[in-house]
């Protein structure tokens, strides 16, 4: 059996070395919305030089999409981070859904997850890529429901693929990542959503609550 990998224990190494060199490198962080990126930003805000970006296009139906979006800016404006740049990539719904649609029938947290967070990682480096930006990571991994396993070692792989941009390991859920996040979110009265996002998950959550 595999051993699996202290991402988190990663990323606090990485600080460190940031830490003793005294620059802030530029990170572009993907974010899928305002609770995920709670802790996310606590920890990496005073280390990075961040730029967010929200690729989303999995998120069904676009009403839901509209208020993750409309609730991360609620939340960079309420904790004083609105001067923290927001890149929003056009929403194309009907094109993920083609993507996803042939893993339809699988249970969440297999391929379909894998090839979700592959497609949206992959745009997302290749912008990191080019624009120059030293790191590009995701909040994702605060999630207790996604897999930070799987979600690394696609950003290790697609590292190769941009030699200029680094992979930022993380688990942001260790450490009671996750708890603290709810203490944030119950804070600042944040919307929680109860289904990961793709129109399958959604489907699957309405059929959960008849």
């Not at 990663?10 to 609770?35: F, M, R, S, Y």
């Not at 745009?123 to 994702?140: D, I, L, P, S």
């Not at 991994?141 to 950003?155: E, F, H, L, M, V």
């Amino acid at each position: 059996m595999e051993n699996k990998k202290n991402y988190q224990k990663i990323l606090q190494n990485t600080i460190e070395n940031i830490k003793n060199t005294g620059n802030k490198p530029t990170l572009l962080l993907h974010v899928c919305c305002g609770p995920c990126l709670t802790i996310p930003l606590k920890q990496l805000k005073e280390y990075f030089d961040i730029t967010l970006f929200f690729n989303n296009s999995n998120i069904y139906p676009k009403e839901e999409y509209d208020r993750r979006l409309n609730e991360l800016k609620h939340y960079l404006n309420e904790s004083n981070n609105n001067d923290i740049p927001l890149i929003v990539k056009d929403y194309v719904g009907d094109d993920f859904l083609k993507i996803i649609e042939l893993y339809k029938d699988l249970k969440e947290g297999y391929e379909r997850c894998r090839v979700c967070f592959k497609t949206r990682l992959n745009e997302g480096f290749e912008y990191a890529f080019n624009h120059g930006f030293n790191y590009f990571g995701t909040v994702m991994t605060i999630s207790r429901y996604k897999n930070a396993q799987d979600i690394n070692k696609i950003g290790e792989k697609l590292e190769a693929k941009y030699p200029t941009t680094k992979w930022l390991y993380a688990d942001f859920k260790k450490n009671n990542g996750y708890e603290n996040s709810l203490v944030i979110c119950h804070d600042y009265n944040l919307y929680f959503q109860e289904y990961c996002g793709c129109k399958f998950s959604y489907l699957k959550y309405l059929e959960k609550h008849k």
